[in-house]
């Protein structure tokens, strides 16, 4: 077998500068993280679990196993979910280890067509914007039939997604007004993320409405690009620079109160992995040639007021300052409509946001909340996981699902974009289930003469 | 013995798609378990019937391969190490609840079951499985049985073995034998399922059992006890053990314990005590009232500084989990952690305690102090880098004197967690000569060619 080695030189200025923990050294291997592993709890094998993928990236770390590409598919059969190091009381991260690890393995053994497309579109916001303009012609003329016969995943195209037929952003001045009817609270700057900026703009409305409607005003900072989440998981480090650099430079010299997501997979990369990216790129030559010098200290102190001040629409709306408790009406115009709530992975490892959503639910009027036991459990999405491995994605799902029915809800409720697309994809047309975020739903609670079906 | 590729062969052949796996990426991950030793086997396999188990055996005896079994590998002391390589067999995908009858206060389970998942099958009825150890979220009741585990609750309720009925399982030669049955009351001849119990796959391969299953009591109530002086945090225990009281749990925390779980879960404990005790008492309100009473009268006497009570089912949840991840809060101080789990009479954990302050501190080491006190069931736990040689060695003089210390007050060498790799060589502490050989002749019998889970404590 071939041995390759990918681990990039350590830098004499980088040796000067304090050394990361040594991450792995401490797994004491107690297997706590296999309990909150989804993909674990599916498989049931080891090999599938956190705690393996830690073992073989030591394993390869000591060179006692070579780089393959059995080596490259144990480690991706992930959902990136970040759980296990959410359960693990040795405080590693597992996260971090697995996405430098899929970087070494991708440099080795490349990555699939279809995601290494999906990469290069997502580094590059002018070449997005123009795929998404012929996508949308293309989405219009694609006969019924061949959107029934073609799928991605377990997902046929005619479920998924129909496009903005203009890109969010576009359609909206960078700055909106508070509404004059409240006293002006905070400004907040929203980063709306590539799913809503081209997919779901209803969230991207009902956000900037509640806001607004509140007495926020809203910033759009019209040069935000993808937060670069789906090239990090994928190993496209070098690829991701570009986009954190923007974004830094973009949120760092507005003059806000708040940052705030729709999407806590954004979120998470705001406040937890820019920091992260960069204080690793200081020890590592490769990544640190992409930064002029200067640039890196700069950059990781803007990145920190950055991180500072993000924050995911939930958890704010659900805070008693936000004002939205106030302001929703106490009865529904019409009757609630039965509704449950998905927790993403994101919201609930990055941001904690299960219980401080949980309270939003119950107050919104226009919903009747139904919390079931399997709200918090995957949903098989997970970035690409749900294209990668449908099968494991139908499984987790078909379990969800189940209880969804059996509690007869109309509405389910999701803060996470792919988790939408996954949801939304494999409900049957009999369901009759609408999937949306929850700040829609606050939003046409504010709109208390209005209808409460979204 | 190596296996050869025919071997390896018709080992697959055996197996369907994605349960026979022999490369080395895959092989990595069945070489441990929580414990510092690791050994690759040379071959996994992940079998979904007792029949196919049987056909495995046969296959393994007729070459004399070793078979190590392994449930979800979150043992600590190597038991399912595979230190003689051969096939590892990995019961995790055996994981049906087969039968839950209250009534007869017994469930049927396959060896993959996870605890938490038979406790939550048993909720909706109000039944519960008692033993309860750190690693009840994933560990399986296969492994609970081959290492006969414990847990705080079992100072009340037992461990393991005093919950199992019956077994079936696979010898060495691939025959299928049961033992046991569904009463609860049973003397029909050896209690060969007992002896199952902690044999740590070295006897035959579990592949069901019948487990009693009991009502959950009513209420609990958690205190958590501080004391400045240790001592007397030791000497509590025993008194309240002595006077007759039986709590669920009674777990006794050192400063440096309570100060690592601080550092992580943030409890609100206090970081200034010397000794903290975490009480648990269940039963019907009245009876928890009347042994909570006894308790404090006690803790009183023997100079308790403060007693709170949780306040919420919800705060109780946190208290307990918070101790469930002392293993892994303590995996994080240092590369390696060393947790041991002699036993001794109730009545000896005070000089138990004052024994292994004093054998840290002639060998410089770094010891955090936690026991399942009520019940005697130390666990010293040692953070340490075994690349530090020079510590290594100074921490293996330390357990040697620990174990001994152990046994000179009457105890054993392990209250829970078992054998396996870590302990064997102590086993001429607590056991004769004669008492061995009876053991291995036990061995010999089941498995005449010593296939079973070789190079372990028999």
Known sequence: ?454 | MTMTLEVKKKLAALMGQGRYLDRPEELACYAYDAFLEEAMPEAVVLPESTQQVSKIMALAAAHNIPVTARGAGTSICGAPVPVNHGIVVCFSKMDQILDINTRDRYAVVQPGVINQELQNALAPYNFFYPPDPGSITIATIGGNIAQNAGGPRCLKYGVTMDYILGIEAVLADGRIVRFGSKNVKDVTGYKMAALFCGSEGTLGLVTQAIVKVVPKPDTSRTLTVNFNNLDDCAEAVSDIIGSGILPAAMELMDKFVVNTIEDNANLGLDREAEGCLLIEVDGTAGSCEQETAGIMEKLTAHNAVHIEEAATPQDQARLWTARRSVYGVFAKLAPDILSEDVTVPVSQVPEMIRRIKAIAEKHRITVGVMAHAGDGNMHPLVPADRNNHEEWIRVEKAFDEIFEAGAALGGTLSGEHGIGLAKTRYLPLVMDQDSRDVMAQVKQALDPSGILNPGKFV
């Open chain 1, 1 to 454: 077998m071939k041995k390759t080695t990918c681990t990039p030189l350590v830098t004499a200025e980088a040796q000067a500068a304090p050394q990361p923990p040594r991450a792995l050294a401490n797994c004491g291997k107690c297997g706590l993280c296999l309990s909150a592993c989804p993909v674990y709890k599916l498989l049931r094998e080891e090999q599938a679990s956190p705690r393996a993928r830690l073992q073989l990236i030591k394993a390869f770390d000591n060179g006692n196993l070579a780089s393959s590409v059995l080596l490259k598919e144990l480690i991706s059969k992930c959902l990136m979910c970040g759980s296990c190091a959410k359960t693990c009381p040795s405080g590693i991260n597992h996260y971090d280890n697995f996405m430098q690890m899929r970087r070494k393995m991708v440099a080795d053994h490349g990555e699939e067509p279809a995601i290494k497309a999906l990469i290069h579109l997502l580094s590059k916001e002018f070449m997005l914007k123009t795929g998404s303009r012929i996508a949308v012609v293309g989405q219009r003329i694609t006969p019924d039939a061949l959107a029934q016969k073609y799928s991605l995943g377990n997902i046929p195209l005619s479920r998924l997604p129909r496009l903005n037929p203009k890109p969010f952003r576009d359609t909206r001045p960078q700055t909106v007004p508070a509404s004059s009817r409240m006293p002006a609270k905070a400004r907040v700057a929203y980063f709306t993320g590539c799913a809503t900026n081209f997919m779901f703009e209803d969230t991207g409305n009902a956000f900037v409405e509640v806001l607004t409607s509140l007495g926020y005003e809203v910033i759009i900072p019209g040069s935000q690009v993808c937060c670069a989440i789906p090239m990090l998981f994928h190993g496209a480090a070098k690829q991701a620079v570009f986009n954190i650099k923007t974004n830094i430079q973009a949120l760092s010299q507005l003059s806000c109160d708040h940052i705030i997501v729709d999407c806590s997979t954004c979120g998470a990369a705001l406040k937890d992995e820019y920091p992260r990216f960069l204080a690793r790129a200081a020890h590592d030559r490769e990544l640190a040639k992409e930064f002029s010098s200067g640039q890196l200290a700069d950059l990781t102190d803007r990145a920190g007021t950055v991180a500072a001040k993000t924050k995911e629409i939930l958890s704010f709306l659900a805070a008693p300052e936000s004002g939205l408790t106030d302001a929703l009406p106490q009865k529904a115009a019409i009757p609630p409509v039965r509704t449950v709530y998905h927790a993403p992975c994101h919201s609930r490892n990055s941001f904690d946001s299960h219980d401080k959503a949980r309270l939003l639910l119950r107050r919104l009027p226009n919903i009747d909340y139904i919390p079931l036991p399997s709200e918090a459990d995957c949903c098989g999405g997970g970035g690409t996981f749900f294209y990668e491995h449908p099968d494991l994605a139908r499984q987790m799902m078909d379990k969800k699902q189940a209880q969804v029915r059996d509690a007869m809800a109309a509405l389910w409720l999701t803060d996470c974009p792919v988790c939408r697309i996954n949801i939304s994809g494999s409900l049957a047309p009999a369901d009759a289930i609408d999937v949306c975020h929850p700040v829609t739903m606050a939003a046409r609670a504010l709109k208390a003469d209005e209808s409460a079906k979204p």
